[in-house]
């Protein structure tokens, strides 16, 4: 099956640790997503990647970091300086990054702090 | 940058009954605005989407309609199930063509219950 893959489901950060998420496609989009959501506002942007060693900032990249040295891949590492990470993370690709394209979301990550 | 406003953030029908959410949206250069529908403990899926040279698009029980002139656009659900029940997200981004990025930007998400 086709899709976006996300791991761990469940993560916990102890403070002042940093965690990186997984994502990985099997899709051969060019272009791949992070999205933070929290309970009452929607998905918001944190950094994408539209090509293979190239990425850029989204809405709330503060204290996120991400790499992009595979296609298929594009884990995002969650710092100790993001100060409050609890949050639902969800990755997503999309053919070629037009802002019109079909977005195909993981299933998500849940990141709590201990 | 793109502001979208999402009403209600809860809805609750009756199996059957017509459900219906609206998305206002800020700048008048947006030109396409897809429906997400999230499932509990997955990720959004596309369920329909329009662009701004169409006024209304149906799919089934589920249609879009377009007011570019008010600057909103709504989902309307019909003969709701009791498997319509999920988080729905509208979103806008406006393309400028060839391989311009523009972000998407979503709606706060309304969750929709439809009592059996």
């Known amino acids: 099956d086709g899709g976006i893959t996300q791991s761990p489901k469940y993560l916990f950060r102890k403070e002042g640790q940093n965690v990186t998420l997984s994502c990985e496609q099997n899709l051969n989009h060019d272009a791949m997503y992070w999205y933070r959501q929290d309970p009452g506002q929607g998905l918001r942007l944190i950094y994408y990647s539209q090509i293979v060693n190239d990425f850029q900032k989204g809405d709330i990249a503060e204290g996120y970091s991400v790499s992009r040295e595979k296609k298929e891949s594009f884990p995002l590492t969650v710092t100790s300086a993001q100060k409050n990470p609890t949050a639902f993370y969800l990755c997503?690709?999309?053919?070629?990054?037009?802002?019109?394209?079909?977005?195909?979301f993981g299933s998500g990550t849940q990141l709590s702090v201990l | 940058g793109e502001n979208v406003e999402q009403h209600p953030s809860t809805l609750s029908v009756q199996e059957g009954d017509s459900a219906v959410i609206k998305c206002t949206y800020s700048?008048?250069?947006?030109?396409?605005f897809p429906w997400y529908k999230q499932e509990l403990g997955k990720g959004p899926q596309l369920i329909i989407d329009i662009r701004s040279n169409v006024g209304e698009k149906k799919d089934q029980r589920i249609a879009v309609t377009l007011n570019k002139t008010a600057k909103h656009f709504s989902l309307h659900i019909t003969e709701t199930q009791p498997e319509d029940s999920a988080v729905y997200f509208c979103a806008a981004s406006k393309y400028a063509g060839g391989t311009s990025y523009g972000k998407l930007t979503f709606g706060q998400g309304t969750i929709l219950t439809v009592h059996p």
């Open positions: 997503a690709s999309s053919r070629q990054g037009r802002p019109n394209e079909k977005l195909f």
């Open positions: 700048d008048s250069a947006s030109n396409y």
